[in-house]
């Protein structure tokens, strides 16, 4: 048995009385909210053979559009844990390192991508415990009794306020 839930995308475009988003008639639609469970589920079992025979012209849901975008993301380049071959040649990074007959060095392309991961995790730790130890050093001045605008002197005495004055 079909749901009767309401099996609108919210893109509501027609072509011959059926929308292309749910496959809905334009009376149906204006009539959903009236229709009883029976109706409801009679519909949403049309709309579902409407939408089969429009093919490609249906438009899909912002769901299945997300879903299709984040699918065509993770297709890889090339196949993981491929070996990339760089020629040194290519690179004109001047005199080649490797002799003309030495192999060509590979490159791990998922090796370089852990890497990349692993970096920015440790950069997003060290942000936090940057933030963390700046409000330690705020609490400590606020426990000290120190009003807000001399906080920063607290912190660090090394470091001189701005100076303003007039140009």
Same mark, same amino acid.
């Given at each position: ?19 292309? $988003? ?38 899909? $849901?912002?769901?299945?559009? #997300? ?42 392309? @998922?090796?370089? #991508? @852990? ?18 130890? #700046? ?22 005495? $090394? ?9």
């Amino acid at each position: 048995m079909t749901s009767a839930s309401n099996p609108c995308t919210g893109v509501c475009k027609f072509q011959q009385q059926v929308c292309l $988003s749910c496959g809905r008639l334009r009376v149906e639609k204006k009539r959903w909210k009236k229709m009883n469970k029976a109706e409801r589920r009679e519909v949403v079992s049309q709309s579902a053979v409407r939408l089969a025979a429009l093919g490609d012209r249906a438009i899909p $849901s912002k769901k299945a559009r #997300r879903k299709a975008k984040k699918q065509a993301a993770a297709v890889p380049t090339h196949p993981p844990a491929t070996p990339v071959r760089v020629k040194p040649e290519s690179l004109d990074l001047g005199e080649p390192i490797l002799g003309r007959d030495a192999p060509l060095p590979i490159v791990d392309a @998922d090796a370089a #991508r @852990d890497a990349r991961k692993a970096w920015k995790k440790a950069r997003k730790l060290a942000r936090k415990a940057k933030k963390t130890a #700046r409000r330690a050093r705020e609490a400590e001045a606020r426990a000290r009794g120190l009003p807000p605008e001399e906080h920063a002197r607290a912190l660090n005495p $090394s470091r001189q306020p701005a100076a303003r004055g007039v140009h």
